[in-house]
């Protein structure tokens, strides 16, 4: 069973930085991609961030040069450092495998910015 635990999410001020990680229960280097997406209150799911096996990477328009996805295989976690937050960027993360044509989704942890 594979399982994506996130953490690192919070509080933070506008202008500030956090970085979440998402743990997977496998190795992540037998992920087809991993991502973060986010959802808001009264909005849908939306695509965050995402870097495949070759280490490929995709951001949205309003997250570029702001935040960073990586990853680490030998801890099977991946990343995202997100900085300069604005208060658009509050919402809910979350992680997001494919793995052998499946979607895995963690539990998703709350990112609140304020002003």
């Known amino acids: 069973q594979v399982q994506l635990v996130e953490s690192g999410g919070g509080l933070v001020q506008a202008g500030g930085s956090l970085r979440l990680s998402c743990a997977a229960s496998?190795?992540?280097?037998?992920?087809?991609?991993m991502g973060w997406y986010r959802q808001a209150p009264g909005k849908e799911r939306e695509l965050v961030a995402r870097?495949?096996?070759?280490?490929?990477?995709n951001y949205a328009d309003s997250v570029k040069g702001r935040f960073t996805i990586s990853r680490e295989n030998a801890k099977n976690t991946v990343y995202l450092q997100m900085s300069s937050l604005k208060r658009e960027d509050t919402a809910v993360y979350y992680c997001?495998?494919?793995?052998?044509?499946?979607?895995?989704w963690g539990q998703g942890t709350q990112v609140t910015v304020s002003s």
């Open positions: 997001h495998g494919v793995w052998r044509y499946a979607n895995y």
């Open positions: 496998g190795s992540i280097f037998t992920f087809t991609a």
């Open positions: 870097i495949t096996s070759g280490d490929s990477t």
